[in-house]
């Protein structure tokens, strides 16, 4: 069974840092892509940050620059640094393999960024 558990959200003034992690079970993590997506009151679920299985990276525009996602094969964990925090990226954040037969989603973590 796969899970993801996301974590290490939370409330933080405009400007500040934060650093998600995404650590995963029952999933071949190595050989996934994964992506970072949220989702803010009143919105759809948006693509945020994505890695390839081979450490390629995109982002959507309203992050480059501030956000960097990464990830860690050893420890099954994906990551995302968020740098320069604007209330805009007030949303829950989730994790998600790509490329998985399943669609598979966690429960996500909070980021509340004050201004």
């Known amino acids: 069974q796969v899970r993801l558990v996301e974590s290490g959200g939370g409330l933080v003034q405009t400007g500040g840092s934060l650093r998600l992690s995404c650590r995963s079970s029952?999933?071949?993590?190595?050989?996934?892509?994964w992506a970072w997506y949220r989702q803010a009151p009143g919105k759809q679920r948006e693509l945020v940050a994505s890695?390839?299985?081979?450490?390629?990276?995109s982002y959507v525009d309203s992050v480059k620059g501030r956000f960097t996602i990464s990830r860690d094969n050893a420890w099954t964990t994906v990551r995302l640094q968020m740098t320069n925090l604007k209330p805009e990226d007030t949303a829950v954040y989730y994790c998600?393999?790509?490329?998985?037969?399943?669609?598979?989603w966690g429960r996500g973590t909070q980021v509340t960024v004050s201004s």
């Open positions: 998600k393999p790509t490329n998985y037969r399943l669609d598979v």
């Open positions: 029952g999933i071949n993590f190595a050989i996934m892509n």
């Open positions: 890695i390839s299985s081979s450490g390629g990276t």
